[in-house]
């Protein structure tokens, strides 16, 4: 091996994972440095979510961090942030034991994070979940253990989950815990930042978000289903835009779903983006937490599979203009009520001694 295979390696395997939980070098050295400062605050803020290359996982911070009204330090729960992380946390359990940690949002209860759930839980550090979900694909993406759900629930000080399903999973392993149900935190910051009625501009895209690995996961084929997508964008005189929700700036992505007359996603940010922003969509299911939101926040939108016929794809973007109601205007401003509520409490629970 030579010097320059070397050190590429190296590089792939310490440095790139790294960097890529941050977005860019510079982001790692800002969010060291601010971490720093405020772990030093008395009485600091901890929020926990999985990374900041996914739009979706950051704008679910953005949310949660919007609810707080408070700067804090920003840990990451993906494997290749575990080290920095639980440094971080040992330190403040032992100079900050009264920190106040805050888990989400993002799909966080997933077997891939059980390592980081077993050394928070280990931690005498008081947590709450807030807008956390579960996710599993069959066989190929698992939910945690039942012993690791079962110390969650019996660990934190506050759970407030973002659908119905992650709610009763829960309870499953928690008989008595009060859990509430909201809606994905990301709402609460796009409709804040935005507004929730569209840009009123032309819209005259079909914007397909996608996620080649569920996509795979579930037995579909990405390059296909972009060809369909392209080839009914055609049809309905749309132009045709796709993206994987990574390493976007967030004005640039919300002005791309304001501009699309139709959203077809098989990443459940796409699903909430379209809902906070309200873009009709279809959703691509793929896994439990997509169908999950549906039920919970917007029963009976139109959905399709990874194996839908470009006619069946027509016939569900056809059902989703006109959906939305008053009945549905009232419950999306429900959902983001119950949010600022659950935060209310969280923080009450967690900064009381």
Not at 25 to 34: D, E, S, T
Not at 166 to 185: A, M, N
Not at 254 to 270: C, D, E, I
Not at 319 to 348: P, T, W
């Amino acid at each position: 091996m030579g010097i320059k295979d070397g050190l590429t390696w190296r590089y792939d395997l310490y440095v790139k994972p790294y960097l890529l939980l941050h977005g860019s070098p510079a982001m790692a050295v800002v969010r060291k440095y601010n971490n720093y400062v405020l772990m030093r605050h008395d009485s600091p803020i901890c929020y926990i979510y999985a990374d900041a290359i996914n739009i979706g996982d950051k704008t679910s911070s953005l949310g949660v961090n919007y609810l707080t009204g408070r700067r804090g330090v920003e840990l990451f729960s993906s494997p290749a942030g575990l080290g920095a992380t639980f440094r971080s946390l040992k330190w403040l359990e032992k100079n900050r034991p009264d920190t106040a940690i805050i888990v989400g949002g993002g799909g966080l209860l997933q077997g891939c994070f059980e390592s980081f759930w077993k050394g928070l839980i280990a931690t005498s550090l008081r947590f709450s979940l807030f807008g956390v979900g579960a996710n599993e694909i069959q066989g190929k993406r698992s939910l945690p253990s039942d012993e690791v759900l079962r110390m969650i629930v019996d660990r934190a000080s506050t759970l407030h989950v973002r659908d119905k399903w992650t709610r009763e999973l829960l309870l499953y392993h928690g008989r008595g815990k009060e859990i509430s149900v909201g809606v994905c935190p990301a709402v609460n910051y796009l409709v804040s930042r935005y507004g929730s009625t569209g840009g009123g501009g032309e819209r005259n895209y079909l914007l397909h978000v996608q996620h080649p690995v569920d996509i795979r996961m579930a037995g579909g084929n990405y390059d296909l289903i972009s060809r369909k997508l392209k080839k009914i964008a055609f049809d309905l005189h749309l132009h045709y835009d796709e993206t994987d929700h990574i390493q976007e700036d967030l004005d640039s992505l919300v002005t791309r779903y304001r501009r699309a007359r139709f959203v077809v996603t098989s990443r459940l940010h796409g699903c909430i983006f379209s809902y906070a922003l309200n873009t009709p969509f279809v959703a691509m299911v793929t896994d439990t937490k997509t169908s999950a939101f549906i039920v919970t926040h917007v029963p009976g939108n139109p959905r399709i599979g990874v194996h839908s016929s470009k006619e069946e794809i027509l016939r569900q973007i056809s059902l989703c203009e006109g959906r939305h109601s008053d009945s549905q205007e009232k419950y999306f401003q429900a959902a983001i009520f119950s949010n600022e509520v659950a935060m209310r409490k969280a923080l009450d629970v967690l900064t009381t001694p």
